[in-house]
T-cell receptor
Framework: KQEVTQIPAALSVPEGENLVLNCSFT??????LQWFRQDPGKGLTSLLL?????REQTSGRLNASLDKSSGRSTLYIAASQPGDSATYLC???????????FGKGTSLLVTP | GAGVSQSPRYKVAKRGQDVALRCDPI?????LFWYQQALGQGPEFLTY????????KSGLPSDRFFAERPEGSVSTLKIQRTQQEDSAVYLC??????????????FGPGTRLTVT
């Protein structure tokens, strides 16, 4: 069974800092990896989708990388803002199933 | 809007009651997924539909949980004889592709179920 781990569980940074969120998965046979943002009491907002053949994706201040062989992905957030405060979830779509397998998330707080 | 919608947004049920949660996927999306998210955890897969066919229900925690999508569009997740451990946020997602991993999943706002 695919296991997805996110480190750190929580992170607090001052506004303006660059930061990296980490995601690891146990089975490298994946179709894609998706990063989501979840605000308190809300659903999931898709941030970036990386296909298994890709190494990275960028959207604005966000950059996600994927290293299938080592079972790792990182989400880089540049010049963080208080509005970036949320829980960030990593999810992997494996070859063997239909569903996304999620990590527990990283709770990010960006202080003014 | 054109996103995934879910209703009700909040549901409080007494233990033993039956509940029904509704999901309206994005129009034209073939695939529909239900996930359960306990407090402080990531979402866990419950079941998957491709059009009206339920292709995977391996994540349903017990036979009290039942899902349907009779016309390949709107889906309903029903929980019979609710228990306190059923308290969670139930998320619905849809995607354009049919079962492959290449398509992005779009999530609704979720239904927060509290069983008292």
């Amino acid at each position: 069974k695919q296991e997805v781990t996110q480190i750190p569980a929580a992170l607090s940074v001052p506004e303006g800092e660059n930061l990296v969120l980490n995601c690891s998965f146990t089975d490298s046979a994946i179709y894609n990896l998706q990063w989501f943002r979840q605000d308190p009491g809300k659903g999931l907002t898709s941030l970036l989708l990386i296909q298994s053949s890709q190494r990275e994706q960028t959207s604005g201040r966000l950059n996600a990388s994927l290293d299938k062989s080592s079972g790792r992905s990182t989400l880089y957030i540049a010049a963080s803002q208080p509005g970036d405060s949320a829980t960030y979830l990593c999810a992997v779509f494996s070859n063997s199933g239909y569903a996304l397998n999620f990590g527990k998330g990283t709770s990010l707080l960006v202080t003014p | 809007g054109a996103g995934v919608s879910q209703s009700p947004r909040y549901k409080v049920a007494k233990r033993g009651q039956d509940v029904a949660l509704r999901c309206d996927p994005i129009s034209g999306h073939v695939s529909l997924f239900w996930y359960q998210q306990a407090l402080g955890q990531g979402p866990e897969f419950l079941t998957y539909f491709q059009n009206e066919a339920q292709l995977d229900k391996s994540g349903l925690p017990s036979d009290r949980f039942f899902a349907e999508r009779p016309e390949g569009s709107v889906s309903t997740l029903k929980i019979q004889r609710t228990q306190q451990e059923d308290s969670a946020v139930y998320l619905c997602a849809s995607s354009l592709a049919s079962g492959t991993g290449s398509a992005e999943q779009y999530f609704g706002p979720g239904t927060r179920l509290t069983v008292t």
